[in-house]
């Protein structure tokens, strides 16, 4: 598991540009999966056959970046933001493009720090003017965090544990799953992190009948952290809500039995801010009952993103379980 999150978090793959990361997990499948195949957005399928009931497991394989606006004439890059990207965060950082060219972030003379605004930051390539800089960056290039994975005690910090972990966890199941009643459409869906976008055709495409996301969740154990009750270390996330979906209560209850029939370490998950892809599988065509799973992450959306490898393997087992009983519809529907 190690291994496959560093290689899944090291990988190269901003919102938009998810072409490397997918080549990374279509191998990762290659001999698990019966069909695998991407769409014209990017989205990338991997299906287990089977005649019962047709479930999607979205896990978006895309992460934060900064997009190149202008070139000055210095040869200095102004940048905007792909997703929830802070300014205070990006300082310092060291980030990468699509053709291995490495930049620095650094910052206007600025008299109070409270003022700090992504467009109060330039990315310096190395470049003495904006002939050399062009040659290595075009306006409209998209840079990530350069980071390495590390394993720290029984946790690893990366820098796109969002959400690579969660494109883990549902490789992993899928790898486990030998034989299943259900027809399983495993999704690693583009563009959550700017509107929960591959997530939104993906699902249209494949009309499911029940949806899953797997995805990060914020902590509320770290120093005065947000009040919550999320903590790392204390098993797999089940979704309540979050800004972009109320869970299914029937599929929420499921996920919940489940763990507890299988002694699976779980917590309840109530999300203030946010979202993830269940909002927009569950709003697809006449609705659809939808849930998630999520791994406790701390540090989200920097390049140090902290999860618990324990909490990994509870989610895997969940996800799997979940995935290897049959799945009655007409139980889930008959509570709403
Ligand atoms: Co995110
Ligand atoms: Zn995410």
Redesign the pocket.
């Known amino acids: 598991m190690k291994e496959l999150l560093k290689r899944l978090s090291e990988t190269y793959g901003p919102s938009g540009r998810e072409e490397k990361i997918a080549a990374v997990i279509q191998e990762e499948l290659q001999d698990y999966v019966d069909e695998m195949f991407t769409d014209r957005m990017g989205n990338l399928y991997a299906i287990k056959k089977g005649s019962g009931t047709k479930v999607m497991v979205a896990a978006?394989m895309d992460e934060i970046g900064v997009i190149v606006t202008y070139i000055d004439e210095n040869g200095f890059l102004r940048f905007s933001n792909i997703g929830g990207v802070s300014p205070y965060i990006m300082l310092g950082q060291r980030v990468v493009f699509a053709n291995g060219t490495i930049g620095t972030i650094g910052m206007e003379k600025l008299d109070d720090i409270k003022k700090l605004t992504l467009d109060k930051l330039y990315l310096d390539i190395g470049a003495k003017n904006r002939a050399e800089a062009a040659k290595l960056v075009k306006i409209g290039d998209i840079a990530t965090s350069e980071r390495e994975l590390v394993v720290a005690g029984n946790r690893v910090i990366g820098k796109a544990m969002?959400?690579r972990v969660?494109c883990a966890v549902l490789i992993q199941a899928m790898r486990e799953l030998s034989e299943s009643p259900n027809e399983v459409y495993a999704v690693f869906t583009v563009q959550?992190?700017v509107g929960l976008r591959g997530a939104r055709t993906s699902s249209y495409r494949i009309n499911p009948e029940i949806g899953l996301a797997v995805?990060?969740t914020l902590v509320g154990d770290t120093p005065e952290a947000p009040t919550m009750s999320v903590e790392l270390g204390k098993g797999a996330a089940i979704k309540v809500k979050d800004n972009s979906v109320i869970c299914h209560p029937r599929v929420k209850e499921l996920l919940a039995e489940l763990a507890e029939k299988h002694q699976i370490p779980y917590q309840f998950e109530v999300l203030t801010a946010?979202g993830?892809?269940a909002g927009a599988i569950h709003l697809t065509r006449e609705g659809i009952p939808s849930g998630v799973i999520s791994v406790p992450c701390r540090y989200?959306h920097t390049p140090g993103e902290m999860v618990d490898l324990d909490d990994v393997e509870s989610a895997v087992k969940l996800l799997k379980t979940f995935l290897t009983e049959p799945i009655e519809m007409q139980k889930i529907y008959s509570c709403s």
């Open positions: 978006h969002d959400n969660g959550e992190e995805d990060v946010g993830t892809d989200v």
